[in-house]
């Protein structure tokens, strides 16, 4: 072993070593974070008393617009104060006419009445913005149309909505009823997601949020003009909205750590939708230009590098394998300390069964996503439409 090769290796091993040191102060605070949130649960003398509007944007969800649409007329919530509106986003399916059906419970707007001439890739924007804008009440909803509401969803959301005097709230989304391998890792990946989550809304350094599982008042909406400054991209109709919002009222946003806050969806049926889907992700953290979560996903992908480096390393000099083997072991202890005490929040501990092969290809999509992300030129596909990142 030459001295040049020995330095190199040695640079890889202290990079290794102090990535893996920044990935565990992220995970303790995820931790931290999560224990210190509440959970905001209504009394059972609580009596709703504001108005909510649903906003369901659908582009071809024949397969899951009846069962997410159906969930949504069962809220445990009074009729008289809530309004469901499904906006169809240019179906080439039988999701407008399988909508139709749930008049006069839920009502019908078509992009292609709305907007028929608009151009641009913030189509989801434009759906949502036609929606709020037909709709009347203090409160604004928003869910994806392959999701799934428990009963009580709106009862807890709008309780916590009111307690804290709150402009917006982000809560979970879950992956339901989750049997293979496949589908649990997508599971424990959503509850790593929710626990980034709940550390940016508690640190106040990241604006994040999730579409499919969002509420905000009508005030807030209003007060940042909508989506006006954040229609140029496809995705982020959540974070970028979320980060508007906070940035006018500081104080007044929130995650519910409540499981019957929760929404639940499927889990993404092949590696090749799983991808896009993560890549659309992806986006917004470029785009919405948060420090605190660039930072975050720099230190998660540099991480994984730097250990499949060190990998590489080991496999010619196993001398090195004792620091590659601790720093893993370290990233998977800190990984599963955390997701159990998610896991137990919202009742999906089944899915810590499959956490080893699941913790391997976390590690590894990582490593495709954060190169695939910064490749300027890469166009995704998303409900048939191809969509620049």
């Known amino acids: 072993m030459n001295h040049c090769t020995l330095a190199s290796m040695e640079a890889i091993t202290y990079i290794t070593i102090l990535s893996t040191g920044a990935y565990l102060l992220i995970i ?7 224990l210190r949130t509440p959970t ?17 944007p659908a582009r071809n969800e024949e397969e899951h617009i009846r069962a997410c649409l159906q969930s949504l007329c069962e809220q445990e919530y009074p009729a008289d104060l809530r309004e469901i509106f499904l906006i169809d986003d240019f179906s080439e399916d039988r999701t407008p006419f399988i909508a139709a059906t749930f008049a006069p419970d839920v009502r019908l707007l078509r992009m292609r009445d709305e907007a028929p001439n608009a151009r641009g890739p913030a189509f989801k924007k434009r759906a949502l913005a036609a929606g709020i804008s037909q709709s009347a009440n ?24 009111e307690k804290k005097g709150l402009h917006a709230l982000t809560a979970p989304v879950l992956i ?13 990946d959503f509850l790593a997601l929710m626990g980034v989550t709940a ?18 008042t009508r005030e807030a909406f209003e007060a940042v003009n909508g989506y006006e400054g954040i229609d140029d991209i496809a995705s982020g109709d959540d974070v970028l909205l979320m980060k508007k919002i906070r940035k006018k009222f500081r104080k007044k946003t ?31 953290t470029n785009s919405h230009g948060d420090k605190a979560s660039q930072y975050i996903s720099s230190i998660v992908w540099g991480n994984s590098t730097a250990l499949l480096m060190a990998f590489t390393i080991a496999l010619d000099y196993p001398e090195f394998f004792p ?9 998977a202890i800190a990984d599963y300390l955390f997701l159990h005490i998610a896991a137990k929040t919202f009742g999906q501990t089944k899915s810590l069964r499959y956490f080893v ?14 190169m695939a992300a910064s490749l300027p030129f890469l166009r995704i596909s998303w409900k048939n439409r191809k969509i620049k990142k």
């Open 28 to 34: 303790a605070g995820m931790i931290i974070a999560w």
């Open 40 to 56: 905001y649960k209504p009394p059972d003398t609580y009596l709703p008393r504001q108005s909510c509007s649903l906003i369901v």
């Open 138 to 161: 203090k409160y604004i909803l928003t869910t994806d149309a392959d999701c799934i509401s428990p009963p009580g969803r709106l009862r807890n959301l709008l309780f916590q909505m």
């Open 176 to 188: 339901h009823r989750p049997e293979t391998l496949w589908e649990h890792f997508q599971a424990l």
């Open 199 to 216: 550390l940016g809304q508690a640190t106040r350094l990241m604006p994040l949020a999730n579409g499919a599982n969002f509420c905000f």
């Open 254 to 284: 929130a995650f519910a750590k409540n499981p019957e806050a929760a929404v639940f969806t499927k889990a993404e049926p092949t590696l090749l939708a799983f991808l896009r889907q993560r890549l659309r992700w992806a986006a917004k």
């Open 323 to 331: 620091v590659f083997y601790t720093c893993l072991a370290a990233n």
């Open 357 to 370: 092969p699941a913790f391997l290809m976390q590690r590894l999509y990582v490593l495709f996503i954060g």
